[in-house]
């Protein structure tokens, strides 16, 4: 967000991945599949770290993949995550933290 | 959220801060304050450029101070406001994109 104003599109765009990510569920979600074993992450393997059921998993992963922060592959009767590293760098570069300007 | 799975209370803490970025307004806000001459920003200078009411712009500012992720000066008659540098750094750090494992 800085390094410059942000305008009225991109705010909007950032603020709609900033609300998926406004729950803990769906940030301890991200960053299992991230640190996961080549970076990919079956819904099974999801709801036991996190102590939910696989339907609440489901519901926090899809507006996860609405949001664009997460990918899923379904194969067989599983589905598979993977995290979208750009979408994450977007936002981390939009906080990257203000550089003050020089003060006094 | 990346480089290791976030507990439990990190997640939360996370979720707090991302919820109060979760508006187009308050992103929008952050980064006129991020961007404004000597870091700071007085209430009177964040109405036009985000076209909204004083009291609404007092509004989301509460959101973000309480959220740790700005602080707020009163000086006479008009708030002045400063984002954190470090709140804004840990939430961009949470996010820095992940190093996917080798694959295959």
Redesign the interface.
Known sequence: ??????D?DT??A??RM??A????????L???I??????EACICDLTA?VGLSQPTVSHHMRLLVEAGLATREQRGRMAFY??V??A??A????????V??A?G
Do not use: N, T, Y
Not at 21 to 28: I, K, M, S, T
Not at 91 to 98: D, T, Y
């Open positions: 967000m800085i390094g410059g104003v942000v009225e705010a909007r950032l603020a900033f609300k990510l406004a729950d803990p569920a769906r940030v301890r991200l960053s299992l991230a640190s996961a074993e080549g970076g770290p993977r995290v590293p750009d994450l760098a936002l981390a570069g939009a906080l990257a933290p203000a003050p300007h003060e």
